[in-house]
């Protein structure tokens, strides 16, 4: 069994993380850390958790104890509590946060194992991607194969509210966000840089920009992106590169039909489709943020580096009807 700590237990990533983990025919949840609800039973703060778990919430940290410890952190901790705590060599570290997501003087291994599944199975830490930054990347890195890339991309993509975390804020209270739309961060979003890495590393270069305009939705979960990219290339030949791309990813899968966001939903599927008008493809992807986007491909990640098939855990039931 790999014995499994879990940093910042309380919020959506870790009460999701845990209803995975409860499920994994080969994990053990060792501790469940949140200091604000220590004592406390998980399923009274995880509710869909009821009948499920015994297990508390505890403020200790027994780091000796585990193999593997998930950062369920906001973005910026991660690095923070890791100047401040010890973690013992032998324990792999699995980052939500986006503190280790570039490259630098760190040893992190970018967690998208449609492009680094080798590396992450020889990694001890390992920064999981986005949930913008993974539907945006499955959209695009055939393209990005395919040497595509040459001018401006055009992406917009819509995202759920459990997006921005569990604690309310202006644009997750109910009144606010229910029959309403807006964007936010246009051209700046902080997944930019991660996903400009993984194209570069594809396609060997990156001089065209990634245009991002982001949306907030009126639903819970998931994430619909569209990307338009200029080629002459001919629509057959992108599809067959696009299938033979994913030909071998657990859970990206190309489709010949127009795709939508409850086919993802409550899966660590994701989704991508391709369609050409004149000489403009229009590149549509959806995900689960919280899945596939999140701590779905955290366990993923995990299943890769233990030596475990990327699916064991992870066999969930799309929430289309």
Not at 175 to 181: F, G
Not at 211 to 216: A, Q, V
Not at 287 to 305: R, S, W
Not at 310 to 315: A, D, R, S
């Amino acid at each position: 069994m790999i014995r499994i700590g879990i940093l910042g237990a309380a919020g959506y990533t870790g009460g999701e993380l845990i209803r995975l983990l409860l499920n994994h025919p080969e994990a053990e949840i060792v501790f469940a850390n949140s200091e604000s609800n220590a004592g406390n039973l998980v399923s009274d703060v995880h509710e869909g958790l009821i009948g499920e778990t015994d297990l508390k919430f505890t403020d200790e940290m027994p780091f000796d104890q585990v193999d593997v410890v998930f950062f369920c952190f906001g973005h910026g901790k991660s690095e923070a509590f890791l100047q401040e705590h010890t973690i013992p060599e032998g324990v792999k570290i699995i980052d939500l946060a986006q503190d280790f997501r570039i490259k630098g003087s760190h040893d992190y291994i970018y967690g998208l194992p449609e492009i680094n599944k080798q590396e992450i199975a020889q990694a001890q830490h390992v920064a999981n991607p986005g949930c913008f930054a993974t539907c945006i990347q499955v959209a695009l890195l055939p393209a990005a194969h395919l040497n595509l890339l040459k001018e401006d991309v055009a992406v917009n993509a819509i995202t759920g509210s459990t997006g921005a975390g569990q604690k309310p804020g202006a644009t997750t209270h109910f009144s606010w966000r229910n029959n309403n739309l807006s964007i936010y961060k246009p051209f700046q979003h902080q997944h930019i840089a991660e996903i400009r890495q993984s194209l570069q590393q594809v396609q060997g270069y990156l001089d065209a920009d990634i245009d991002f305009i982001p949306y907030r939705g009126d639903f819970a979960r998931g994430i619909f992106c569209t990307a338009v990219v200029k080629t002459p290339a001919p629509v057959e030949d992108v599809i067959e590169a696009y299938k033979d791309f994913y030909a071998d990813a657990a859970f990206t899968h190309y489709s010949d039909k127009s795709i939508d966001l409850k086919q993802v939903v409550n899966t660590n599927k994701a989704l991508v489709h391709v369609e050409k008008y004149g000489n403009k493809l229009l590149i549509t992807s959806c995900i689960d943020n919280l899945l596939k986007g999140a701590v779905g491909q955290a366990v993923q990640n995990m299943n890769i580096m233990f030596g475990l098939s990327e699916t064991v855990g992870l066999k969930l039931k799309a929430s289309a009807f």
